[in-house]
């Protein structure tokens, strides 16, 4: 069995954990989840 991890995903799961856990990160995760999103469409995923 084979599980492929994609960046996006695993990212947004522990942006979503941290944001819950420390609210007041919120602007900070969200601008660095944005970051990384835009350099994975720009770079077309192979971050």
């Given amino acids: 069995m084979?599980?492929?991890l994609s960046?996006?995903?695993l990212v947004?799961?522990?942006a979503g954990i941290l944001?819950?856990?420390m609210p007041r990160l919120l602007n900070?995760?969200?601008a660095i989840?944005?970051?990384?999103?835009?350099l994975l469409?720009?770079?077309g995923g192979k971050l």
Avoid at 33 to 38: D, Q, T, V, W
């Fill in 7 to 9: 960046l996006a995903p």
């Fill in 12 to 14: 947004s799961l522990i």
């Fill in 33 to 38: 989840y944005l970051i990384i999103i835009g």
């Fill in 19 to 21: 944001i819950l856990v």
């Fill in 28 to 30: 900070f995760i969200v």
């Fill in 41 to 43: 469409g720009l770079f």
């Fill in 2 to 4: 084979n599980i492929h």
